[in-house]
C-alpha cells in the first residue's frame, strides 16, 4: 500500500447499490473536441462537460499554448478562446506529458496555425502498446516532417504547409482517425481515410468540425473523405453522453445485486452493451431521461465477448463487466481483440477469490492481431464464486473502477490505493457512490 491516506478508498462491501445518478459528456470525445477548438481563432464553447482530471490536463495543455480557457465544472461549460495561439515552452508542456495522451492530437491544429508542433513523451493507461506509429505516418503522408531525433520528444513542420492525401489505416485505430480528421479539415485539397474507426465519439467529433465549417463524408465502408477548407470558426456543441461511464455504473448494479438509474444514458451508443447486459441477466429500462440499471434477482448467466472496435462489444465495457461475470451461474469467455494487456487487472479479482483463467489462444472467432504474439487476450470466468475484500492498487483506469465494483460486492473490508487514476476518467465517483448508499470513505 501507498503513503498517501488521500489516494486510499476504505470500502466496506457487500451492500447493493441503488439510487439515481448523473453521467455527463464522453471521456473520450470532450477532451478532442476542446483541442478541436485550436483549428479556429475566435471562441469555442463545449457543453454537458464531465468534472474529469482530463478536462484539466487539456485546459493546461491549450493554455500553455495561448490559449484562453474557461472551465465551469458545476454547469459543465468549458469556453476556449483560441484567438491567440503560440508556441508553448518545452519544459513547461513536458510537466504534463505523462499525465496524458493528448498532446499528439495538438499535431495538425499548431501545424495550421503555426507551422510547426512539439509532442512531448507521451502518457496514458498501461493496458497495452498504443503506438504512435499511425498518427506519426498520416502527418507524413500529410506533407509533414517529423523530427523523432529531438532530445525532448518529436519536432513537426510543414514547410509548405499540409496537403490532401490517400492514407489507410492497417487497423481503424480511434486515435490516427482523429488525427487525420484534425489536419485534413484545414490541408489544401482532399483526403480519403479508409479503414477508419467510426465510434459515436468519432462521430461528435465530425459533428463539431462540421459546425466549424469543415466538409467531412462519410461512407458506410469506414472511409471518410474531407475536402479542406482556408478557414474554420468556433462552435457551440453539447457532448454526446459517456457510454463507458454510463456502462460502467450498470456493471456496479449487476455485481452489487443493486438498482442504478443512470441520468444522462443514451440507447442508441449502448446498444451491444445492452444486449450483453440483458443475456447475462440485467434488466434494464430506458426512458426519455436515462436508463434505468438492475439486477431481478436469481442467477445470473454465463456469456463469450469478444470486444471490437465499434459497433463491437467496445473494450471499456469489459472490465467491469468481469467483475458481475464472476457472479454467473458458469462457464464466460472473454476475448479481448484491441488491447493486447487488458487482463492484468484480474489478478485481485483472483485473490479476492474470483476463478479467473488467462489463455494466449484466442478463444473466439473475431480476427485477432494477437494470436501468434504471446499475449494474455483471454480470459475464462467460473462463476459464482464469492468474493473477500482485500489491499487492491489500482492498475489504470478502467481496471481501478473494476476493482472498486469488486470491492463493493465483496464481503468484507478493502483498501483500493491509487484512486486518483480513477478521477480521469469518472466524475466524482466518490459523491456518486455515497448517493447510491456505498459504504466508503
Given at each position: ?314 473494450t471499456d465495457w469489459q472490465q467491469p463487466l468481469v467483475v458481475a461475470l464472476t457472479q454467473a451461474n458458469g462457464l464466460s469467455i472473454v476475448h479481448e481483440t484491441v488491447y493486447e494487456n ?100
Amino acid at each position: 500500500m501507498g503513503e498517501n491516506e488521500n489516494d486510499v478508498l476504505h470500502v466496506e462491501g457487500g451492500k447493493p447499490l441503488n439510487g439515481t445518478i448523473k453521467v455527463r459528456g464522453a471521456k473520450n470525445f470532450v477532451s478532442k473536441a476542446m483541442v478541436a477548438a485550436l483549428l479556429a481563432p475566435g471562441k469555442s464553447v463545449l457543453k454537458n462537460v464531465p468534472e474529469i482530471r482530463d478536462v484539466h490536463v487539456v485546459s493546461d495543455l491549450l493554455r500553455l499554448h495561448g490559449v484562453d480557457v474557461d472551465v465551469d465544472g458545476a454547469n459543465g461549460v468549458v469556453t476556449i478562446d483560441a484567438s491567440h495561439v503560440q508556441l508553448a515552452d518545452v519544459a513547461d508542456v513536458d510537466t504534463l506529458s505523462g499525465s496524458s495522451r493528448i498532446p499528439i492530437l495538438f499535431s495538425g491544429p499548431l501545424i495550421h496555425r503555426l507551422g510547426e508542433a512539439f509532442i512531448p513523451a507521451l502518457g496514458g493507461c498501461n493496458i497495452g502498446g498504443r503506438p504512435i506509429d499511425f498518427h506519426l505516418e498520416t502527418l507524413r503522408k500529410l506533407g509533414a516532417n517529423v523530427d523523432k531525433e529531438h532530445k525532448d520528444g518529436i519536432h513537426i513542420t510543414a514547410p509548405n504547409g499540409l496537403k490532401g492525401a490517400k492514407i489507410h489505416l492497417p487497423y481503424p485505430s480511434v486515435g490516427a482517425t482523429e488525427q487525420t480528421l484534425l489536419a485534413a479539415v484545414l490541408a489544401e485539397g482532399k483526403t480519403e481515410l479508409s479503414g477508419a474507426a467510426i465510434e459515436p465519439e468519432i462521430m461528435d467529433l465530425v459533428a463539431v468540425l462540421q459546425k466549424m465549417g469543415a466538409i467531412i463524408s462519410v461512407d458506410v465502408d469506414r472511409t471518410f473523405r474531407i475536402e479542406g477548407v482556408k478557414e474554420l470558426k468556433g462552435y457551440t456543441h453539447t457532448s454526446l453522453t459517456d457510454r463507458i461511464e454510463a456502462a460502467s455504473w450498470a456493471s456496479a448494479a449487476l455485481a452489487t445485486h443493486g438498482d442504478i438509474f443512470v441520468k444522462g444514458a443514451t440507447q442508441p451508443e449502448m446498444m451491444t452493451f445492452l444486449n450483453v447486459f440483458r443475456k447475462v441477466g440485467g434488466e434494464f429500462d430506458v426512458t426519455d431521461k436515462g436508463i434505468r440499471f438492475w439486477h431481478p434477482g436469481g442467477d445470473l448467466h454465463p456469456v463469450a465477448i469478444e470486444t471490437d472496435v465499434h459497433p463491437g462489444f467496445m473494450t471499456d465495457w469489459q472490465q467491469p463487466l468481469v467483475v458481475a461475470l464472476t457472479q454467473a451461474n458458469g462457464l464466460s469467455i472473454v476475448h479481448e481483440t484491441v488491447y493486447e494487456n487488458r487482463f492484468g487487472f484480474t489478478k485481485p479479482l483472483v485473490q479476492m477469490g474470483a476463478t479467473i483463467q488467462l489463455y494466449r489462444e484466442c478463444l473466439g472467432s473475431l480476427p485477432c492481431r494477437f494470436q501468434q504474439r504471446n499475449y494474455k487476450h483471454s480470459a475464462v470466468i467460473f462463476g459464482p464464486t464469492p468474493l473477500t475484500g482485500r489491499d487492491i492498487d489500482v492498475p489504470d483506469l478502467r481496471g481501478g473502477f473494476s476493482h472498486l465494483i469488486a470491492a463493493l460486492a465483496a464481503k468484507g473490508p478493502s483498501n483500493v490505493q491509487g484512486i486518483s487514476l480513477i478521477d480521469r476518467g469518472y466524475a466524482d465517483f466518490r459523491g456518486k457512490l455515497h448517493q447510491l448508499g456505498a459504504d466508503i470513505d
